[in-house]
């Protein structure tokens, strides 16, 4: 990345706890590119501390809750997150898309210089992911999976309904959890489509060779970072 197009370009850091690396996007405005890069976390101020157009930080932590807008009420929002969490956090951050408010605690620590070149704007990925599929038209009800870093998150709906979000280590035994959630949610292994998009196309291909004996219908969502991981302030 050129110095001099530091100024025309947006950064986007996709966070990840407990994970040694960071992902890092990069939009050139000046040249409608885009570039990605993968980083030891520890290297994270190297970048945060250009100046650039703007600086978006994606949160993948647990530490999240998804609620109805019109059962949200702000002045509870440490009590929202005390249901999942005894996380202790004062930096609770909210974003609302599609009705729905997402809760999460920002604890990654940047360190910015001060006056703050970039004050960054702060992003829970369950917001993008679902905002981009509810967009989706869909007459059945799909799943689909986001596999990157340590973290795998599965979404399932069908046109512009949310019916189940959630996210885990990919070391856990996913192939056994779709299976529970398709017999939870009465859905078909032969007929109802898994959509898998992925970081590393790598990822989505080992995980499609190791449902596929499973489920029938499975495609790859070949679509870039940049395609997926879209900042809407």
Do not use: R
């Not at 970048?47 to 993948?60: A, C, D, E, P, Y």
């Not at 709906?157 to 779709?178: G, P, T, V």
């Not at 007929?191 to 029938?216: R, T, V, W, Y």
């Amino acid at each position: 990345m050129l110095k001099k197009s530091e100024k025309k370009t947006d950064l986007i850091i996709l966070n990840y706890n407990n994970y040694n690396h960071s992902y890092l996007l990069f939009y050139d405005n000046s040249q409608n590119e885009y570039s990605f890069k993968k980083i030891l976390k520890n290297k994270l101020k190297n970048f945060t501390n250009k100046k650039w157009k703007s600086l978006s930080i994606v949160h993948t932590s647990n530490n999240f809750i998804l609620i109805p807008e019109e059962l949200y009420i702000k002045k509870n929002k440490k009590k929202y997150l005390n249901i999942i969490t005894d996380y202790n956090d004062d930096k609770i951050e909210n974003n609302l898309f599609n009705n729905i408010v997402c809760l999460f605690t920002n604890n990654l620590k940047l360190n910015l210089k001060k006056p703050i070149i970039n004050k960054p704007y702060q992003v829970h990925l369950a917001s993008i992911l679902i905002k981009k599929y509810l967009l989706e038209k869909n007459k059945k009800i799909q799943t689909n999976v986001f596999i990157g870093g340590n973290k795998i998150m599965v979404l399932i709906h069908k046109n512009s309904e949310l019916y189940y979000y959630n996210q885990f280590d990919n070391k856990n035994n996913y192939l056994k959890y779709l299976i529970i959630l398709y017999k939870e949610f009465d859905l078909n292994q032969h007929k109802n489509l898994i959509i898998i998009s992925s970081i590393d196309n790598k990822d989505a291909q080992k995980m499609k060779e190791k449902l596929k004996n499973h489920f029938n219908k499975i495609l790859i969502n070949k679509e870039t970072l940049d395609k997926i991981i879209k900042i809407e302030k």
